[in-house]
């Protein structure tokens, strides 16, 4: 099983800065890496996937990049609806789909 | 603009059997696989299992043995059904569409329901 580490386990950051977070996967997944947003209370929301595609009605400050084994989310200029929970979930092998334990973003 | 909806009995038994259907509106279920993803409180996500529209199904290796998923196209609706449940089966369970086949991700989601076993 392909385990997905992310980090950190928390980050604080203010509004209008940039957030780096990361995934790494314990092997190679080529691309198969993408990124969920998750807010208090909602589902999950797909941000990118093939490690730096946007989905559908993403914005633009969301970006990624990555492959093989270490992956970044980059959301430059923070507005305040992006404080929330970030997911990564690999593909290479499917099924199953495994996802890493997350990333809380808060404001500093 | 597709939508899903769980429905699902809030409260179950231990051992007893956990039943939730997702129903689809603004899409067709044919021609697209479906998915249960399940979160406990405050942890992070865990996929179940998928099923296609023909009824072929794969599940979680960790929950094959206590899952059975099946799909309605006259009601658009597809299920889960949970068997001999423990506290530890306590989640949101979500359903979910696969982008499309070969980005085996998530684009559309149900806004879950949660589900707690307790006697």
């Known amino acids: 099983e392909i385990v997905m580490t992310q980090s950190p386990a928390t980050l604080s950051v203010s509004p209008g800065e940039r957030a780096t977070l990361s995934c790494r996967a314990s092997q190679s997944i080529s691309s198969s890496l993408a990124w969920y947003q998750q807010r208090p209370g909602q589902a999950p929301r797909l941000l990118i996937y093939?490690?730096?595609t946007r989905a559908t009605g993403i914005p633009a400050r969301f970006s990624g990049s990555g492959s093989g084994t270490e992956f970044t989310l980059t959301i430059s200029s923070l507005q305040s609806e992006d404080f929330a929970v970030y997911y990564c979930q690999h593909y290479n092998i499917w099924p199953p789909n495994t996802f890493g334990q997350g990333t809380k973003l808060e404001i500093k | 603009q597709v939508q899903l909806q769980e429905s699902g009995p809030g409260l179950v038994k231990p051992s007893e059997t956990l039943s939730v259907t997702c129903t689809v509106s603004?899409?067709?279920?044919?021609?697209?696989?479906w998915v249960w993803i399940r979160q406990p409180p405050g942890k992070g996500l865990e996929w179940i299992g998928y099923i296609y529209d023909n009824g072929n199904t794969h599940y979680n290796p960790s929950l094959k043995s206590r899952v059975t998923m099946s799909v309605d196209t006259s009601e658009n609706q597809f299920s889960l059904r949970l068997s001999s449940v423990t506290a530890a089966d306590t989640a949101v369970y979500y359903c979910?569409?696969?982008?499309?086949?070969?980005?085996?991700?998530?684009?559309?989601w149900g806004q879950g329901t949660m589900v707690t076993v307790s006697s």
């Open positions: 603004g899409d067709s279920i044919g021609s697209h696989f």
């Open positions: 979910s569409r696969l982008l499309n086949y070969g980005d085996y991700v998530y684009d559309i």
């Open positions: 093939r490690a730096s």
